[in-house]
């Protein structure tokens, strides 16, 4: 029997700096090498939010090759063809996207802004924490999916449903 297939995943977030960041992370670690995940924005905003890379360590996932980039990467030649695309703001998915090569199943996985939380450091930590554990949620239920046996509109379904929890 063939081993299963190794899927690529984009998230996409408007500034590419921390909600994207925290599911590239988790996805390439729960995924276990079935997953590649990538991330990138319409917007990107240049670097990564620091708290993004702290939550990521607190996590004990690596908090290294990480960078805020745009969009642009990913339907340039040589770019990684995806089989999933999710975007995991309500801006992002609101925004005209690229065409992107091949035919990638997509949804939206909306999650707060923490990088927008005004208050305590320690507020704003929460903040991340809560992203990461409700993009943690969402990739669980995904990586538990039976994704060869299901047709396309049931995949989609599925996929919608999950940005719901």
Not at 36 to 46: L, N, Q, R, V, W
Request: glycine fraction near 8%.
């Amino acid at each position: 029997m063939p081993p299963d297939p190794a899927y690529n995943v984009l998230f996409i977030c408007t500034g590419n700096s921390a909600r994207s960041i925290l599911a590239e992370g988790l996805l390439n670690e729960l995924g276990k090498g079935r997953f590649h995940a990538y991330s990138a924005g319409s917007t990107p905003k240049g670097e990564v939010h620091p708290l993004a890379l702290a939550t990521l360590k607190r996590l004990q996932l690596p908090t290294t090759g990480y960078r805020s980039k745009s969009w642009d990467e990913f339907v340039a030649p040589g770019a990684p063809v995806f089989d999933f695309i999710f975007t995991v703001c309500d801006n992002a998915a609101g925004e005209v996207c690229p065409l992107w090569p091949g035919t990638p199943v997509s949804a939206h996985w909306g999650v707060p802004d923490p990088a927008a939380v005004a208050g305590t450091e320690e507020q704003r930590r929460k903040a991340f924490h809560d992203a990461a554990l409700a993009l943690h949620r969402r990739i669980e239920l995904f990586l538990s999916l039976p994704l060869q046996r299901l047709d396309a509109m049931s995949l989609q379904r599925e996929l919608h449903g999950i940005g719901r929890r």
